[in-house]
């Protein structure tokens, strides 16, 4: 559960990082130097600030861990904001201002812009879950619409026919979307076909595994509880290492609108 370091104090060793920050291009944000951010509305909680505009991002990204009595009762997103929560592990209740919604290991919840997100904790133990927002890009005749549904009922599909490169997505492929959030989970030892470049940029939490990513075409170690952020046009390709568990993040990407000039 879990990956900001609560202990304050010193180390053995030198101070040193894995954190690669390359602004309005690509980053690396190793687990253990995420800090906590006080963020208004959230209440027992402690919570990282991942991609934002600062970094080179048109969304935000957010790891939170809701404790005991954990909350957002005043509501999270706005005029123009579409939101979606996933849970990583525990147990959320998300509502929309009429209708509540609890979601375990696995599930999310997407909210279209203007429809406010309210959040609780739906256990006794702490709840680990990301967060993200974005502005809507509205067109016409089609509309978002909320979408609630959870991993372990859904079959991957296999990622550009691959066996052992495994890909889950959250929302329809529908016009009325102006985004999409997936699972993408490579076996020890796979990889993508071919190192991508490509218009779309991601914001992407490890959820298991270790591996290699190419970035920029450098390749950095990644691993559990890293945060990628990848503009667009970014060189980006990901192979897995170790023995026991798959490289699965979970990311967002823009889709289905034309380019502005």
């Known amino acids: 559960m879990g990956y900001k370091n609560n202990n304050i104090g010193y180390i053995d060793g030198l101070l040193e990082s894995r954190a690669v920050i390359k602004k309005n291009n690509y980053a690396v944000l190793p687990h253990e130097g995420l800090v906590n951010n006080v963020i208004p509305g959230f209440e027992n909680c402690e919570c ?32 123009g904001i579409e939101t979606l929560v996933y849970v990583i592990d525990g147990k959320l209740t998300v509502g929309d201002g009429t209708e509540k919604h609890e979601v375990s290991t696995g599930g999310f919840v997407y909210l279209p812009a203007g429809v406010l997100m309210y ?110 952020f990848m503009s667009a046009y970014v060189h980006q390709a990901a192979y897995a290492v170790g023995r026991n568990e798959p490289l699965k993040y979970v990311y967002s990407k823009d889709c289905n609108r034309e380019p502005e000039i």
């Not at 505009?53 to 404790?67: E, H, R």
């Not at 005991?68 to 706005?78: D, E, I, R, V």
């Not at 809507?136 to 599909?157: C, F, L, R, S, T």
């Open 48 to 79: 990282s600030i991942l991609g934002s505009k600062k970094l080179g991002a048109n969304f935000v990204d957010f790891i939170m861990t809701f404790q005991k009595g954990g909350k957002n009762a005043q509501g999270f997103g706005g005029e």
């Open 119 to 228: 959040l609780e904790n739906a256990q006794e133990a702490n709840t680990e879950f990301f967060l993200y927002k974005k502005r809507y890009q509205p067109i016409e005749g089609h509309e978002a619409y909320k979408v609630v549904g959870n991993v372990n009922d859904m079959e991957p599909i296999q990622y550009e026919g691959m066996e052992d490169v495994l890909l889950w997505d959250f929302l329809p492929k529908d016009l009325c979307f102006d985004m999409n959030f997936h699972i993408l989970s490579f076996e020890p030892g796979a990889s993508h076909g071919y190192i991508e470049t490509h218009y779309q940029e991601h914001g992407a939490y490890l959820l298991s595994g270790k591996g290699m990513y190419n970035l920029d075409n450098e390749w950095l170690p990644v691993e559990k509880g890293d945060y990628i």
